[in-house]
């Protein structure tokens, strides 16, 4: 399981960048195991993509189905570290994922989602009560992550 960093608990531009990193990370695990609650955890409650993982993903894994693959890896996590209006903060990152095959339970491959590019996405997070939480993370092209 994915350990936050102390650095990502501090209210500062490093902390909101390794905040961002480590939020990946708890998405890799919940590919790789369907376990989405320290994800769930830092996230805000109206978060798209969680939602997203919590009806497709994790499902999956049941019934004897699973995933190989998924990790996610930063390539690059940058802020400006500017409040907006609304009282978020945005991190821009580089992040590739690892290949995601899904297998059934007779051990046959269902989908292999092959491998993909490093895209860039938006993580837009609030700091309150000690500690940051993704509101949203979406591919800079506006489509979930």
Not at 2 to 22: D, I, Q
Not at 65 to 92: E, N
């Amino acid at each position: 399981m994915p350990v936050l960093p102390a650095k990502a608990r501090e209210f500062s531009k490093a902390g909101l960048e390794a905040f961002a990193t480590y939020w990946y990370s708890t998405l890799g695990y919940a590919f790789e195991t369907g376990d989405s609650k320290p994800m769930m955890a830092i996230s805000d409650p109206a978060c798209k993509t969680c939602a997203a993982m919590e009806s497709s993903v994790i499902p999956w894994h049941s019934e004897g189905r699973w995933i190989v693959g998924g990790q996610m890896f930063v390539l690059s996590a940058k802020t400006t570290f500017t409040q907006m209006p609304d009282s978020t903060y945005q991190v821009i990152t580089l992040v590739r994922q690892q290949q995601v095959k899904y297998f059934r339970s007779d051990k046959s491959l269902s989908e292999d989602m092959g491998a993909k590019p490093s895209v860039a996405d938006i993580v837009v997070a609030t700091y309150a009560g000690g500690q940051w939480r993704a509101r949203t993370v979406e591919h800079l092209n506006g489509n979930t992550a």
